[in-house]
């Protein structure tokens, strides 16, 4: 591989301990998968920041870093942490791993790391432009930003994520280049879509049929007339789960399409298929539904406002976690929304989500929108699920 003669200082350890670690694990990435040489990044996304995930072994790892004079070199923000980091006690989270997971947050700041703990960067303050190389973790703002703001990345680890922040460098492989951006197959949709639930489902049945051929395919998918923000954050996460896709094109709706061709392989997706993914997410049995969660990938503004006019002068029944950007939570404030929210007796789980917090054991069966948190309510907490669309999860935790 090919270094810059600054890139050579890093790795010789010329620029620190810390930065020598992160241009080796960047080394050793690019030599595995064939980059010829470094590029520069403008915007990094890390991952991996739940105590819950990292745990004693990773909270070294970053302290370490931290005291070895590790420093963002480019924006750099964080994802999801394991608490909310103010409301940690009203969600039931204990007095060790608040401290443990606070450690965490302050080795990240202490690097000079935006602690924003959201999924949803682009709408938190991170929002690189189409063309730029950035280097993100995090699988659905991975697949948001290959495929809706038309940057590049790779699906980084938490790890490769944290050494592009520490040299502002990332090898040039992968979604990166225009060879491996063309997409490989065409996806014809033959269903009506409404709504963050039908596009998770959509993606799901994509996601599996993708997934189902082997290779790293990257569709060209037709048939979709319009598409919100909030139904193409929720069709990222979906079809990135189920797929492990990180790049799309969407006809008409994304940005490099007009610049491509659709592949002559193709295969459609029915209505019916679109119903089986969203039927096949429902195990819970009636009446059995003990919590409910809004925001896996962490809601939008939008999505606030329209919650609290759903929520507004009623009581909830269950336990129910709204979670969601502590900057956008500070715009609901602002609005009223989350007074509104909060009176119904629904909590904030800012900075958090349904995943990376630690709640295993503590519930049965989880209502929600999103498909990806009913995947890992299911593998992770072994909860039993029920999928539904955003306003009837709201009625859910009425009843
Ligand atoms: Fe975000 Fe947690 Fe879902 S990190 S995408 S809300 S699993």
Known sequence: ME???????????????????????LVALGTIYGAERMLAVTSVQVAGVSYDNLGEAGL?????????????????TLNP???????????????DFAGQQMRVLEAFARMGIVTSCSCTPYLAGNLPHFGEHIAWSE???????NSVLGARTNREGGPSALAAALTGRTPA??????????????????????????????????????????ARPVPFITGIERASLEELKSFCASVATYGGTALFHMEGITPETAALTPPAEAFEVT???????????????PGEVDFVSLGCPHLSIAEIAHLADLLRGRRVTKEF??????????????????RVIEASGAKFATDTCCVVAPIGGRFTALATDSTKACYYAASKNRFHTLFMPFDEVVREALK
Request: a negative charge.
């Open 321 to 338: 976690w709204i979670t969601t950007a502590r900057s956008t939570k500070a715009l609901a404030d602002r609005m009223g929304y989350t």
């Open 3 to 25: 270094l810059t003669i600054e890139e050579q200082d890093m790795l010789a350890g010329g620029q620190g301990w810390a930065t020598r670690k992160a241009m080796e694990i």
């Open 81 to 95: 942490a394991g608490m909310d980091v103010e409301n940690w006690r009203a969600l039931g989270i204990g007095e």
């Open 271 to 285: 209505q019916a298929e679109v119903d089986a993914a969203a039927q096949s997410l429902s195990d819970a049995a």
């Open 173 to 214: 492989y992968g979604y990166h280049l225009d060879a491996e951006r063309r997409p490989t197959v065409t996806v014809r949709v033959g269903a009506r879509l409404a709504g963050s639930r039908d596009f998770g489902a959509l993606g799901k049945a994509i996601g599996e049929r993708l997934a189902a051929s082997g």
């Open 139 to 145: 699988s659905s703002a991975v697949c948001f930003a």
């Open 60 to 76: 070294a790892f970053l302290s370490e870093l931290a005291d070895g004079g590790g420093r963002a070199r480019v924006l750099t």
